[in-house]
């Protein structure tokens, strides 16, 4: 049966439906990955969603599943489904550019660990997707699949829009300030973004380690929960030393009881548009006693500086070499972080780093008391144009204290562009998050037990 | 048999005999405590080893070990032993003044976290041991047992001094470039500093918690293995995630096979003083085949730069508002590392911190080779005068990268002073580091089985 349905419904398959299919006979890896090529090849001219695409390595590895498949080899969860990586992610052989001409034609000799662990529970690497340059904010070339005229938001731009595009189910993303639930939220996609230290950035272009943090697209909740095959430490990224997972069977178990979340505006209210805010307040409303409204202690107001100002310093010391070697083939934009990250000191730069525990305690009331915070993913719609990636102020808080977050595409714009709700979970209970984000859905789409 | 020992003779018992005595009943916690009591009566005048003594506290606490030792209460390793703390290790309701009078008369209502261990072993605490101030290089009151005319080193001069003029059996003192293994090296006792990340800072003052480490001093390698007690995570210091213990069974043991030493001059060799360089030439030479003289990779020569650049950011960060609220009550010496932190660029400091790593793995070959590098703990004997505490360089590099090290009091410089004999081990090897430090002075000896 599977085998009858269109390219573009096999393209529109979840990965865990597409692993299944695949795992029961019912649809070849070689088949999907036909699929996805066929549909990228349909859709890319307008979205320019990859950064590159290796369509013969691409077929060959899906081909290769499928006699493993076929010799009744034990199969990982994603085996025979193409993902996407953003190109800031080494893989082995294939041009990994960082967004940047500095580095075009670059190919790494290692896998990123996450890049292994993708392969080892047996997924097909499909090809890059679009960075932003050094995954800061200078756009690339990607479009909004929901209007090309708007930003799909980034730095994971292509990660972000290829999913929601019908490309590749699944696609691997990073954030250092708001690089996965931004995009996420534009594009109308789940953006899940691990508690920090729980996946290892090796083989990850390093910006400002205190904060860098792999995330991942998806058009579920339940896919994202995958996210689970990228956990626990490597040996060799010294802050991913912790695992929050598995994350599936929690992830897609009922409540124990009716979750609680706390309606977080954020010292930044005023930034988000006057839509999102209605579409917050009625958000609110419909929770009912499920949400209250709960304000930060002021110290929260100087949060995103404080990030910005880690960032800044983090990123001078790994990238500053970039704009030293050749500033004319670096954006405005970057070279002016450099600067100012070169002028900050070093005792000021520790401060704001140690605020990130105190920001991280300060949330702990909060945590014992809701299951989630729950607060917009941006401040609006993507913006129409293609000249900036929108705002990441919604974003820099949990981000900087290192909380696992998700966008979910449950609201629309006055445009009718996506606008994603973001929940925000204690640190480590990244199953309990996408428990309580899986609630509510069901509940927003009436299927509750509400 | 042991009740009849005079003062003096208990008060010279290590911290195992003594709790071994105490456990047999051969000896009471109130005699010991006495006797160290009555021998601080004797030579604190001349030495200055401590900063606050509560004799009746003291007394009262060796009481209650007596009681319950007497009811056959469980016991722990160091039941009814006093011990002293360095003066910026926090004591509940004891003066913990961190050798500047802008702590004066500070009293902290929590124990420190290894201060809590220590009375968890059934340890007395006796008092608080001089420190320099901030635990930096301005000098305190104390003088050097052999030679009062001379510096006891720094900055956990105290505890160096107490323990070698038979004050205390065990006293504890932390090291950020090299405040355990210089004073030991000059006082002539066994100096001890674990594995960074090995004991949990909770408690102490912060200087840089980059290098910042807790270490021992004893009279003996097996005392100074009860530093095992200290120990492991308490969930609260971030940095405190290892426990490379238990210590006692592996460094009480044989050898499987005869150790092999790396005798390493360090790229600051020129500081040693010639009586230095002629003694360590003999020891190379008095262990023939079981040491090889390995030169460190050129980049080791600038790690004291990089432990300097690092120490003063994050001493700028943490310390820098003493000097703010009164710069007349602070020394010249650590007002100038203050202003050369706060002058310090972000970038510069990251770039030098993340050469810790760098500099860390450059010596897994010679790890691999050699069961623990040789050199010397100290340029020399303890200098004359009180005016300064004497070079850390020898100290330097392995602080830095987080080794774990320990001073042996097996020499004698030019004056009769003595001089130390400095070991370290890979991280996370403490034991087998203490194993071989016992081997080398058996071997030194003529105990041994050469």
Not at 110 to 115: E, Q, S, Y
Not at 338 to 355: F, K, Q, S, T, V
Not at 407 to 421: A, C, D
Request: with cysteine; proline share 7%.
């Amino acid at each position: 049966m599977v085998a009858k349905r269109t390219p573009q419904e096999l393209a529109a398959l979840t990965a865990r439906e597409a692993a299944r299919h695949i795992a029961e006979g019912g649809l070849t890896s070689a088949e999907l990955v036909a699929a996805c090529l066929a549909r990228i090849a349909a859709e890319e001219e307008r979205i320019q969603a990859w950064e590159c695409l290796d369509r013969d390595q691409a077929m060959a590895e899906a081909e290769e599943r499928d006699r493993r498949r076929k010799r009744g080899l034990p199969l990982g969860a994603l085996h025979g489904v193409p993902v996407g990586l953003k190109d800031i992610i080494d893989v082995k052989g294939m041009p990994t550019g960082n967004g940047t001409p500095l580095d075009a034609g670059r190919r790494p000799f290692v896998d990123a660990t996450v890049t292994r662990r993708l392969r080892a529970a047996g997924a097909v690497i499909l090809g890059k997707t679009v960075t932003t340059e050094f995954a800061y904010y200078h756009p690339g070339k990607t479009r909004n699949p929901h209007d090309p005229e708007r930003t799909p938001g980034g730095s994971s731009s292509g990660s972000a829009a290829a999913v929601a595009a019908g490309m590749v189910p699944l696609a691997l993303g990073s954030q250092t300030n708001g690089s996965v639930i931004r995009p996420a939220s534009f594009c109308g996609v789940v953006g899940y973004k691990p508690s920090f230290g729980a996946v290892p950035r090796t083989g990850v272009l390093t910006l400002a380690p205190s904060l860098d943090q792999v995330g991942v697209f998806a058009r579920t909740i339940e896919d994202a929960a995958l996210a689970e095959l990228l956990l626990g430490p490597d040996g060799q990224d010294a802050d991913a030393r912790e695992s929050p997972g598995p994350l599936t069977a929690t992830a897609l178990a009922e409540p124990p009881v009716t979750p609680a979340l706390a309606f977080v505006k954020t010292p930044f209210w005023e930034r988000a548009d006057e839509a999102t805010q209605a579409a917050f307040g009625e958000l609110s409303e419909a929770l009912g006693e499920q949400a209250d409204e709960v304000e930060l202690p002021e110290v929260f107001a100087r949060g995103a500086g404080w990030l910005r100002g880690v960032m800044a310093a983090e990123m001078a010391r790994n990238l500053g070499h970039y704009v030293d070697r050749a500033p004319q083939a670096t954006s405005e934009t970057f070279r002016a972080l450099i600067a100012e990250g070169r002028e900050m000191r070093a005792p000021d730069y520790l401060a704001a780093r140690d605020m990130r525990q105190v920001l991280h305690d300060a949330l702990g009331p909060i945590f014992d008391r809701f299951d989630a915070i729950v607060t917009p993913a941006a401040p609006g719609e993507a913006p129409a144009g293609l000249e900036n990636t929108g705002d990441a102020i919604f974003c820099s808080l949990w981000t900087f204290c290192g909380l696992p977050a998700i966008s979910l595409p449950l609201m629309t714009g006055p445009n009718g562009m996506p606008l994603g709700v973001q929940l925000v979970g204690r640190h480590g209970q990244d199953a309990r998050l996408l428990r309580t984000a899986r609630w509510l859905v069901r509940t927003l789409s009436g299927e509750g037990d509400e």
